[in-house]
């Protein structure tokens, strides 16, 4: 049984960081693809960053790029996310996910591809 469990999410003022952390347990995770994705209030989830396990690959939504770095620990079976930088319109739920659906490089921003979903974290930016 695949389980996600992200931590690391809290309150930091605009310009500030922090880390998200994904923990993932059940089975190996060397095919798939990791995401994370955000939700704020009143809007649908969106993608935010996403890295095939087995070869380092990442892929990211514009509005992140050079604030947000998505990573990886083998030894500890963790997903990272890496957040600088960070604005008010950051604030939202963020979750983790995964898929084994494509094989092939291809890294995927769509939320119905992926297959397990963490519980999410709360991230709040003030300004």
């Known amino acids: 049984q695949v389980q996600l469990v992200e931590s690391g999410g809290g309150l930091v003022q605009a310009g500030g960081s922090l880390r998200l952390s994904c923990a993932a347990s059940?089975?190996?995770?060397?095919?798939?693809?990791m995401g994370w994705f955000r939700q704020a209030p009143g809007k649908e989830r969106e993608f935010v960053a996403a890295?095939?396990?087995?070869?380092?690959?990442?892929y990211y939504t514009d509005s992140v790029k050079g604030r947000f770095t998505i990573s990886r620990d083998n030894a500890k079976n963790t997903v990272y996310l890496q957040m600088s930088s960070l604005k008010p319109e950051d604030t939202a739920v963020y979750y983790c996910?995964?898929?084994?659906?494509?094989?092939?490089?291809?890294?995927?921003?769509?939320?119905?591809?992926?297959?397990?979903w963490g519980q999410g974290t709360q991230v709040t930016v003030s300004s």
């Open positions: 996910a995964a898929t084994n659906r494509y094989y092939s490089a291809y890294i995927t921003p769509v939320r119905y591809d992926y297959e397990y």
């Open positions: 059940g089975r190996t995770f060397i095919s798939y693809t």
């Open positions: 890295l095939k396990w087995s070869t380092g690959s990442t």
